[in-house]
């Protein structure tokens, strides 16, 4: 399910200041014009108040463009008449006709502003990084079950309330929200923090794997989480093998500096999925009764991939704001998410 995105005090009093700008280059224009002109006047509107012509992502920010724009349409009410009586001159007429056009307009000009700030083109179309951590859910294809497809999980709640924990809890520059990414793609080398889940049912071609290969080698850091029991296991053991034909499978000991990045993790727990957690039974599935941590190491004894079995943190991160759901199971898992990213930028 989406989820609505609030931006800061400061964000917002910025928003308002620039629908202030658009609105009055729009004010100025639109009554001097034909309808038909409205994709000219859009364009050099935008023209005039867009640092870099704007992004991909606008959609974003419409609804902070629409409350931004509140107080001007207010303006225009008085001003011209929304809904009242036009004044009698062709002038105030042309304002009333086209103000529902200024606003549908200017909210898309403010959401294209929004977007700018936060990103810029790469080479291959993706968002490249202004901030200095991006939370990359690795999106590998692969079969649908009952609630999506298997990499969108959690997607996109759990991402974003563990981005707000985060930034509250530390001083890490994170991009606030949603950043999901194909793994073949080029662009993936820019952004070092990678998240996959429900990997019970990884395929991997060639042309992936060696993605991933080049990828983790290169300085990228895989968090595997939500998968269980035997059965799965095998399989995701398997792919890993076509990634690092040569690599152990290794246990990562809770002396590991990845347990201690930030926070001070002493015992490795078991987080069980909403259902299991709100109704207090079982906290395995399959026959994932012991939770355990794994990793893939390079050469150097840096952590590459750190593998998260019979648990599921990302459950732990959504469901945080559920009533029935224990608190220790989201605690240990913002803990746990948030040592990862600091590990990550650390290591």
Not at 129 to 140: A, C
Not at 175 to 185: G, N, V
Not at 212 to 222: I, S
Not at 336 to 340: D, E, Q, R, S, V
């Given at each position: 399910?989406?989820?609505?995105?609030?931006?800061?005090?400061?964000?917002?009093?910025?928003?308002?200041?620039?629908?202030?700008?658009?609105?009055?280059?729009?004010?100025?224009?639109?009554?001097?014009?034909?309808?038909?002109?409205?994709?000219?006047?859009?364009?050099?509107?935008?023209?005039?108040?867009l640092p870099?012509?704007g992004?991909?992502?606008?959609?974003?920010?419409?609804?902070?463009?629409?409350?931004a724009?509140?107080?001007?349409?207010?303006?225009?009410?008085?001003y011209?008449?929304?809904i009242?009586?036009?004044?009698?001159?062709?002038?105030g007429?042309l304002?009333?006709?086209m103000?529902?056009?200024t606003?549908?307009?200017a909210?898309?000009v403010?959401?294209?502003?929004a977007c700018?700030?936060?990103?810029?083109?790469?080479?291959?179309?993706v968002?490249a990084?202004?901030?200095?951590?991006?939370?990359?859910?690795?999106?590998?294809g692969?079969?649908?079950?009952?609630?999506g497809?298997r990499w969108?999980v959690?997607?996109?709640?759990?991402d974003?309330?563990?981005?707000?924990?985060l930034?509250r809890?530390s001083?890490?520059?994170a991009?606030?929200?949603?950043?999901?990414?194909?793994?073949?793609?080029p662009?993936?080398?820019?952004?070092?923090?990678?998240?996959?889940?429900?990997v019970?049912?990884?395929?991997?071609?060639?042309?992936?794997?060696?993605r991933?290969?080049?990828?983790?080698?290169?300085?990228?850091?895989?968090v595997?989480?939500?998968f269980w029991g035997?059965?799965?296991?095998n399989v995701?053991e398997a792919?890993?093998?076509r990634i690092?034909?040569?690599?152990p499978i290794?246990?990562?000991?809770?002396?590991?500096p990845?347990?201690?990045a930030?926070?001070?993790?002493r015992?490795?727990?078991?987080?069980p999925?909403?259902?299991?957690g709100?109704?207090?039974?079982?906290t395995?599935e399959?026959?994932?009764?012991?939770?355990?941590v794994?990793?893939?190491?390079d050469?150097?004894?840096?952590l590459m991939v750190?593998?998260?079995?019979?648990t599921d943190l990302?459950d732990?991160?959504?469901?945080?704001?559920?009533?029935?759901?224990?608190?220790?199971?989201?605690?240990?898992?913002y803990e746990?998410?948030?040592?990862?990213v600091?590990?990550a930028?650390s290591y």
């Open positions: 399910m989406g989820s609505t995105r609030i931006a800061g005090t400061d964000e917002n009093a910025a928003f308002k200041a620039r629908a202030g700008e658009v609105f009055m280059n729009m004010q100025e224009l639109l009554p001097k014009a034909a309808v038909m002109n409205w994709p000219r006047i859009l364009t050099r509107t935008a023209a005039s108040v870099d012509g992004g991909v992502l606008w959609w974003r920010s419409l609804p902070l463009a629409i409350d724009l509140t107080c001007e349409a207010e303006h225009l009410h008085r011209g008449g929304l009242g009586v036009a004044r009698r001159t062709r002038e007429f304002r009333s006709l103000a529902p056009v606003l549908v307009l909210m898309v403010l959401a294209l502003t700018a700030a936060d990103v810029r083109a790469a080479s291959d179309g968002a990084p202004v901030h200095e951590f991006y939370f990359t859910r690795g999106n590998y692969g079969e649908s079950g009952e609630f497809p969108a959690d997607f996109p709640k759990a974003e309330q563990f981005l707000v924990a930034k809890l001083v890490v520059d991009y606030p929200h949603d950043h999901a990414l194909e793994i073949d793609r662009s993936l080398r820019e952004f070092p923090f990678l998240y996959m889940l429900e019970g049912s990884l395929d991997l071609d060639a042309r992936r794997a060696a991933l290969r080049d990828y983790l080698l290169a300085g990228g850091f895989l595997i989480d939500d035997s059965f799965e296991w995701f792919q890993m093998r690092f034909p040569g690599r290794e246990p990562v000991a809770v002396d590991h990845v347990f201690h930030f926070y001070d993790i015992e490795v727990i078991q987080v999925n909403v259902y299991q709100a109704t207090g039974g079982a395995h399959n026959d994932g009764y012991t939770p355990q794994r990793g893939v190491f050469d150097s004894g840096r750190l593998i998260n079995w019979n990302g732990g991160w959504e469901w945080a704001d559920h009533p029935q759901y224990p608190l220790r199971f989201s605690t240990y898992s746990m998410g948030i040592n990862f600091i590990y930028m």
